[in-house]
């Protein structure tokens, strides 16, 4: 694997672009940093931020980065230059983002803490005095469960919001109405990610599972078992794979061997719910996965701080054909 090194603390989250060809990482120190995925170059930083980075999001031209913190900020940024393009200060810390597929609209959820609501933010980018005035066009406050995860669904209708419940819930993105409220998982949503035509999403929870779900019905279609907390999943763009990484809470690895401290990350069958491989490598929980565009690699960013881009060996590929 590659070894990138740009971070001392443990890593929050790992994006790549939608050519494949960066890769953002963001972790509990206040560094963005965006790297050369083909052969983990760092490209540069981008820096500004004072406080733990929670979550990154680049659109789909990769011109700007959004990025949400728990210095109470959300900020924009040019990819190219690495200046900061936009402020949007918060009330609480700035937990989950994202751009919307045309790149036009952002959403980001704010954390409950502080005697503050969570909220879900949106702006439109192509109205300069929203983010002037620091006034969304929309906001959604979630008063039972705070958010813990949350992406956009197709054609940027609605967003998918995760909570610490384990509730799923989709807002409309034009009234802010709740479309839909599912409680599949007993545990926290840690992470959500689409498959690459967004008609699917996969979840993955505290209660050792990921499952996977229908964009538009939130459909409950496959689960995904362990034996530890899930951290994050991923959905191959080529293969009927799933990627998850997790391990246990960082607090209780102390008490454990590494032998048993279990910090691979595993890759199971779409449709048959079947592990058929591990990868081992971190020193600590895999705290964000992301499989490649062209699906010929994949990404793991661990508690350890390092981020790993592991390259598919060619049997990997003969084997899919061939089955």
Excluded at 6 to 30: C, M, W
Excluded at 118 to 139: A, G, T
Excluded at 285 to 301: C, L, M, Q, R, T
Aim: charge should be negative; glycine fraction near 8%; charged fraction near 25%.
């Amino acid at each position: 694997p590659i070894l990138l090194q740009g971070h001392e603390r443990s890593i929050t989250q790992i994006k790549y672009n939608r050519e494949g060809d960066l890769l953002f990482t963001v972790a509990k120190d206040p560094i963005v940093n965006v790297w050369y995925s083909v052969n983990g170059e760092r490209l540069g930083t981008y820096n500004g931020h004072t406080g733990a980075v929670w979550c990154v999001d680049a659109d789909w031209d990769t011109r700007h980065v959004l990025t949400g913190s728990a210095d109470n900020s959300c900020r924009l940024w040019d990819c190219e230059t690495g200046k900061q393009l936009a402020l949007v200060k918060t009330s609480s810390a700035v937990r989950t983002c994202g751009f919307d597929f045309g790149g036009n609209i952002i959403m980001f959820s704010t954390d409950k803490q502080m005697g503050y609501q969570c909220f879900v933010s949106f702006f439109d980018l192509r109205d300069p005095s929203q983010i002037e005035n620091n006034e969304p066009y929309m906001k959604i406050p979630c008063s039972d469960s705070k958010i813990t995860s949350a992406v956009w669904g197709p054609l940027g209708e609605f967003i998918i919001a995760g909570h610490e419940n384990g509730e799923l819930n989709q807002f409309s993105a034009k009234s802010g109405e709740q479309l839909s409220n599912i409680k599949e998982h007993t545990k926290q949503i840690n992470d959500i990610q689409t498959s690459r035509d967004m008609t699917m999403f996969i979840t993955a929870s505290k209660d050792n599972t990921a499952k996977l779900f229908d964009c538009t019905s939130l459909e409950h279609l496959k689960t995904f078992r362990t034996e530890r907390p899930v951290n994050s999943a991923a959905l191959s763009p080529i293969f009927d794979h799933v990627v998850l990484g997790g391990g246990q809470e960082a607090m209780d690895v102390t008490t454990t061997s590494t032998r048993i401290g279990k910090f691979e990350a595993r890759f199971f069958h779409l449709a048959f719910e079947e592990e058929f491989g591990r990868v081992k490598g971190h020193f600590g929980p895999i705290n964000s996965v992301a499989f490649h565009p062209d699906g010929k690699s994949y990404s793991s960013g661990g508690e350890d701080g390092y981020v790993r881009i592991h390259y598919f060996d060619p049997q990997y590929f003969e084997f899919e054909f061939e089955a």
